[in-house]
């Protein structure tokens, strides 16, 4: 086997671009040469990092040679057009011959944790930052189930995922119908054989001022972003073997609040406390249980306020990075919570916010 390393700097704004153009991509090579195998990652200096296995070199230098990478005009078109500058000639920055599988092994996994064996389900994985996650997973190795409650979303999710080649199923529940989840993870753990990760991700939000709000509304908000977590984990984790993770996702607006959405933070401030006592109390059955915090992320679902520049501005002061996250940039954390480099690591929130929380 032929192992080649490749990088590349993207320009602000187009990393989902580049995400997409190298799945594609990489899905039609995977089509014509069968064992190609690849992984991307960002590294310390912000650079996207590819490692690509290969049948052999000759069979690499003939694709490279004969620009074979992207068969598809417009998948190679986005692709170059995200790019803002990489070595000479495209050329790799590393290559070698392998033969000892372990090997191979090691070097995915230095790119990307291997989670090859594993069933992780993730709720509210429709789109956004769920699919973000979800992908992520997946082309870690696990086997993902996407959870949601409209089959006509996630379907073109998973369809999607699948179409890269990757293990992506649909779970269709009710977070609210108790009876009716209880017994659909029942028969997701009897067909899966257990569930090793768990990724709470299904939210709502009701952005109202307090005299708007009424009980129906509030309790409503709590039960979607507190209860539902609750009892997905309290369901989950008898099917879940030691080793097994619980990841929350949580908000800034947990630690911190603004005017008019009262609701959501006390939701998103008890699911964080609701994480370090999960922690305390799983920790004994070797499950860790971990939360990540998304700051302000350019989503489908905030579309209007990331056209807004009164937004994009409050942005630029408020955050030490001074932009919107891309939805790819969730995935790290979860990916780092889900792998066995955080065998440690629980009861901690990480905040991933471009500094929001750490500026004033």
């Not at 064992?35 to 690509?52: K, P, Q």
């Not at 064996?117 to 429709?126: N, P, R, W, Y």
């Not at 073997?241 to 005017?259: F, L, Y």
Request: net charge negative; glycine share 10%; with cysteine.
């Amino acid at each position: 086997m032929f192992v080649a390393v490749y990088w590349w700097r993207v320009h602000p704004g187009k990393e989902a671009q580049f995400r997409a153009a190298w799945r594609r991509g990489t899905h039609l090579i995977r089509e014509r040469y069968g064992s190609y195998g690849s992984r991307l990652h960002r590294d310390a200096d912000g650079r996207f990092v590819g490692y690509a296995e290969w049948p052999d070199e000759a069979t690499w230098r003939a694709a490279f040679d004969q620009k074979m990478v992207y068969d598809e005009p417009a998948t190679r078109a986005a692709f170059v057009d995200a790019i803002a500058e990489t070595p000479a000639n495209a050329e790799p920055i590393f290559t070698m011959t392998v033969s000892d599988d372990l090997l191979t092994r090691s070097l995915a996994q230095a790119v990307t944790p291997d989670l090859t064996g594993k069933v992780a389900l993730v709720t509210g994985a429709g789109g956004g930052l769920g699919l973000e996650m979800a992908g992520a997973l997946a082309r870690a190795g696990a086997r993902v189930l996407l959870h949601g409650r409209d089959v006509a979303k996630l379907e073109p999710a998973v369809a999607g995922l699948a179409g890269e080649g990757l293990a992506a199923s649909a779970f269709v529940a009710d977070l609210d119908d108790e009876e009716g989840l209880a017994d659909a993870i029942a028969r997701l753990a009897e067909a899966c054989g257990r569930i090793d990760i768990l990724v709470n991700n299904a939210g709502a939000r009701d952005r109202r001022p307090l005299g708007e709000l009424d009980r129906a509304s509030v309790r409503a908000l709590l039960e979607t972003n507190l209860v539902a977590p609750f009892d997905l984990v309290r369901l989950v984790t008898p099917h879940m073997p030691a080793g097994g993770r619980i990841i929350n996702i949580t908000s800034i607006a947990g630690p911190i609040a603004r005017a008019g959405d009262a609701a959501y933070t006390a939701a998103k401030g008890g699911l964080e406390a609701l994480t370090r006592a999960l922690a305390a109390e799983l920790g004994p059955q070797g499950i860790t249980v971990n939360a990540v915090a998304p700051g302000y992320f350019a989503t489908e679902a905030n579309r209007a306020m990331v056209a807004d520049e009164g937004v994009a501005g409050h942005l630029a002061r408020r955050t030490s990075l001074g932009r919107w996250g891309e939805p790819s940039e969730i995935a790290g954390a979860v990916l780092f919570l889900a792998s066995a480099q955080a065998p440690y690591v629980t009861g901690q929130v990480i905040a991933v916010d471009g500094g929001y929380l750490a500026h004033f």
